[in-house]
């Protein structure tokens, strides 16, 4: 089963506890993952994957394509929101990232300008950055969504 999911098509905020702990599709979709033991989390965005830096304002910017360990490093790099259409930007991807990799997912955060990048991740293609799911024996998911992963 490939569940889509969106914070948009709930009816009412009150239909999702603890809306206002997270308020993102990145976060909620990890939640998601943790809630029914997902092996793998896809988040799409219109970036290819994490970078060193911000991309688009600088050229030197490095293209990170595994993470195998998430890092207060790697966390630093998540900078703030970086699209006029997204709420949460790289800073909760990476919140997210810890969410699903803690809970025993792994995740791939990939372009969703081509419509083809799910069939080519399904056919073993490199897209995007994959985060290696590394289970937490103390994960408790309502740990993480009070405390551990705000932005």
């Known amino acids: 089963a490939v569940p889509v999911v969106n914070e948009n098509d709930t009816v009412s905020t009150s239909e999702i506890p603890y809306v206002d702990n997270f308020g993102d599709n990145d976060r909620l979709s990890a939640i998601v993952s943790a809630l029914i033991g997902a092996d793998l989390l896809i988040l799409m965005s219109d970036i290819d994957g994490l970078y060193s830096k911000d991309p688009h304002k600088n050229p030197d910017a490095r293209f990170i394509g595994l993470v195998e360990e998430i890092t207060p490093e790697l966390i630093g ?15 909760a991807k990476l919140a997210a990232a810890r969410i699903a990799t803690d809970s025993g997912s792994d995740m791939i955060i990939c372009n969703a300008d081509d419509v083809n990048v799910i069939h080519e991740l399904v056919n073993g293609e490199e897209k995007g950055t994959l985060f290696l799911a590394h289970p937490n024996r103390d994960f408790d998911l309502m740990d993480y969504i009070n405390t551990k992963y705000e932005i």
């Open 77 to 91: 790099m998540g900078g703030g929101s970086g699209s006029d259409v997204g709420t949460g930007g790289m800073a």
